[in-house]
Structures are given as structure tokens and as C-alpha cells.
């Protein structure tokens, strides 16, 4: 099968540091290409694949050193010669939202958008309604749910390259934090955590632009503490060794999280995650498994002091069964076959948009 994968061009594929969406496309054109089919990768030429890369932006945008710069220029360029080139490929497979919506309706039964976001977002609801031709793929049930309206054709698990994370022992006995700073994620909950088991806490982690106010204002004074250590971004060749070595994941976040690509990463090195029963965890942890599910930070202390009664074994046959790359290059393997046969039902037409009330 020939098969175009289009993703965005904020960050390498895969990134060099933080980032989802480019990481999950890495792994995907590659197990793609290691089944036997064609991937052409439209991606920055900082792209490092197995698949055909076609470069459409000399760097990633978040690296570029340029003062100003346009993400929307660049992707809109870039939509331009995925559109020129189309009829190479069997099937599209957009991981960019929903920019791509209004130039490739003529062909929308060929094209899978799978959606990396959340979807709880003003304006969303009016443009997939608008837009209901394109199948899409959610990466959880929970993030389906601001649209249980939307073409949806299949919920498809994020995966990664096992092969890429040792499985670990836990040796260092700390827990840690892996992401980023930003008030959803909740920094300061993990290190209040740490703080009450009387456990280190290894935080690693950036600091966008547009969270540095609240780094500055609430976390900064946070890391004082002797338990703390803050160790800033860490690349894909410090992750297995930083995720292995601790004895648990914190990931009390406070949001609607579509995926949580962390949790899996650290269940592919056999690390237990400590997880807040919010947004897609309870899909992703298997409680009692591939660790424990809390709702209070007095749940996640002790969860913390029971930790090491999971077999961290059977965290890494959890991964190995549900979030391998060649599982989510299976799954969608699957979706294109349908699609390709017709075997994907889109709607006959669009239904009526809402009424839109004015603000008072």
C-alpha cells in the first residue's frame, strides 16, 4: 500500500526533546515501512525515518532561531504539494487537526485525520459538523466525547518503538515527572506528593513561552526543596535511563488529557505509572497492573508506598500487548484497508449546523 503520512511541522519527527503528536508519526512511518509498505513522510527535513521523506521546512519550527516565523504558512505550503502529489497515494493519513479540511474534500473517503488534541474547544463543533466527510481516529474513548457527533471511524491507541526503551529495574529510587510545566500538568502536585512520602522527586521537563509566568510565579520557589531535583528538557537518549531508574511515573495532571504518551513510555521500561483519574488514564493504566489510579494526593502517597508490590514485568507485557508501534501500525493498517475497499461509510450529507447564540 502507498501511504502518505502528514505531519506537523512544530517539531522533528521524531523530536529531538518534548513533543507528542511527531513522536507517535515517527513510530507509526516507521512500523508502517517495516511491514512492506511504501510511507512517504511529509515532515521538516530534520525528519529521521525509514519511510520517503519529503521535506517541506529546513527546521522545525520550535528550534528555528528565526524571531518570526509562520506555522501557518508552512503548513498551508505544505498542504500544497501533499494536494499536488495525491494521486501517488493510496491513502492520506493527516495528523495536522483539522487545517487540511477545506482542500481535500473531493477526496475525503481516502484520507484518515487522526486528532492528537483536545476536542472540548469553542468553534470545533461547527467545523466538523461542516466538515463531516473526513473519517477521523480518536486516540481515546474521552477524547470523543465534546463530539460523540463527529465521523468518527475508530479509536486507535498511541504506540512506540519498544525497541527504544530499556526495560529498567527501578534502581534509583526516585519517582519522577516527565513533560511539561504548564498548570494542567501539575508540577506542583507531584512535588507536594513526593514531599508527603518523603521520596525524591527527579522533574524533567520544559518550560514553553507561554507557561514561563506561571514556571516563574508557582514552581520556581518549589524547587528549593533538598527532595527536588528539576533537570530541565531530556532527549530520547535520556529517557530510558531516567524512566527506568525510578520507582514510579507521577502523572497528576488536571485536564482532559487526550493520551498521555508518558504513561506508555514509561510502562515500555517496566515503570509503574501513579496516575489521577482524569481524561484518558483510566483507558491507558490498567489499576493494580500497570499501576494505580488515584483521586486525591492522600491516594497517591499511598500508592506510592505501595508501588513496589507491582511487577514491573508485567508493566512492560501490559505495554507490549497494547501500545507496541507495530499494534497502532496493525490497527491502522486495518482502517486503511477500508477506506482503500470502501469499506469506511461516510455520511450522505451534511447535517444542520447549530444555532449559534449571541453572547450576552
Known amino acids: 500500500m502507498k501511504i502518505a503520512q502528514i505531519a506537523p511541522l512544530y517539531e522533528a519527527v521524531p523530536p529531538r526533546f518534548y513533543g507528542g503528536t511527531e513522536r507517535v508519526v515517527a513510530h507509526l512511518a516507521n512500523?508502517?515501512?517495516?511491514?512492506?509498505?511504501?510511507?512517504?513522510?511529509?515532515?521538516?527535513?530534520?525528519?529521521?525515518?525509514?519511510?520517503?521523506?519529503?521535506?517541506?521546512?529546513?527546521?522545525?519550527?520550535?528550534?528555528?532561531?528565526?524571531?518570526?516565523?509562520?506555522?501557518?504558512?508552512?503548513?498551508?505550503?505544505?498542504?500544497?504539494?501533499?494536494?499536488?502529489?495525491?494521486?501517488?497515494?493510496?491513502?492520506?493519513?493527516?495528523?495536522?487537526?483539522?487545517?487540511?479540511?477545506?482542500?481535500?474534500?473531493?477526496?475525503?473517503?481516502?484520507?484518515?485525520?487522526?486528532?492528537?488534541?483536545?476536542?472540548?474547544?469553542?468553534d470545533l463543533p461547527e467545523a466538523y459538523m461542516r466538515w463531516n466527510r473526513y473519517p477521523l481516529a480518536s486516540i481515546s474513548r474521552h477524547q470523543r466525547?465534546?463530539?460523540?457527533?463527529?465521523?468518527?471511524?475508530?479509536?486507535?491507541?498511541?504506540?512506540?518503538?519498544?525497541?527504544?526503551?530499556?526495560?529498567?529495574?527501578?534502581?534509583?529510587?526516585?519517582?519522577?515527572?516527565?513533560?511539561?510545566?504548564?498548570?494542567?500538568?501539575?508540577?506542583?502536585?507531584?512535588?507536594?506528593?513526593?514531599?508527603?512520602?518523603?521520596?525524591?522527586?527527579?522533574?524533567?521537563?520544559?518550560?514553553?513561552?507561554?507557561d514561563r509566568h506561571y514556571f516563574e510565579q508557582e514552581i520556581r520557589r518549589l524547587l528549593d526543596d533538598p527532595l527536588v531535583d528539576f533537570i530541565g528538557e531530556i532527549g530520547d537518549e535520556d529517557k530510558a535511563a531516567f524512566l527506568g531508574g525510578a520507582r514510579a511515573l507521577l502523572f497528576p495532571i488536571d485536564w482532559p488529557e487526550p493520551f498521555g504518551l508518558v504513561m506508555i513510555e514509561a510502562m515500555a521500561c517496566g515503570t509503574p505509572v501513579i496516575g489521577w483519574r482524569c481524561g484518558s488514564v483510566p483507558e491507558i493504566v490498567e489499576d493494580g497492573v500497570s499501576g494505580v489510579i488515584v483521586e486525591s494526593e492522600a491516594q497517591a502517597v499511598a500508592a506510592v508506598h505501595e508501588i513496589d508490590r507491582l511487577d514491573r514485568r508485567l508493566v512492560r507485557q501490559a505495554f507490549d500487548s497494547r501500545f507496541s508501534a507495530r499494534a497502532m501500525a496493525k490497527a491502522y493498517l486495518e482502517l486503511y484497508a477500508r477506506l482503500v475497499g470502501g469499506g469506511a461509510p461516510l455520511p450522505e450529507k451534511q447535517p444542520p449546523l447549530p444555532v449559534l447564540q449571541k453572547a450576552a
Open 145 to 210: 466525547r465534546p463530539l460523540p457527533f463527529a465521523n468518527w471511524l475508530a479509536n486507535v491507541p498511541h504506540g512506540i518503538d519498544e525497541s527504544a526503551y530499556a526495560f529498567g529495574q527501578g534502581t534509583g529510587g526516585y519517582l519522577a515527572f516527565l513533560g511539561r510545566i504548564s498548570p494542567e500538568k501539575r508540577p506542583d502536585r507531584a512535588i507536594s506528593i513526593a514531599r508527603k512520602a518523603g521520596l525524591p522527586l527527579r522533574i524533567a521537563a520544559k518550560v514553553d513561552p507561554a
Open 31 to 122: 512500523a508502517l515501512a517495516d511491514l512492506g509498505h511504501e510511507v512517504t513522510l511529509f515532515a521538516c527535513a530534520d525528519a529521521r525515518s525509514r519511510a520517503k521523506v519529503v521535506p517541506m521546512r529546513a527546521q522545525a519550527l520550535r528550534l528555528d532561531p528565526a524571531p518570526l516565523k509562520s506555522d501557518l504558512a508552512s503548513h498551508l505550503t505544505m498542504l500544497h504539494e501533499v494536494r499536488r502529489r495525491a494521486g501517488e497515494f493510496d491513502v492520506l493519513h493527516f495528523h495536522v487537526d483539522l487545517v487540511h479540511f477545506p482542500f481535500f474534500e473531493d477526496m475525503a473517503e481516502r484520507t484518515l485525520t487522526t486528532l492528537h488534541g483536545r476536542l472540548d474547544i469553542a
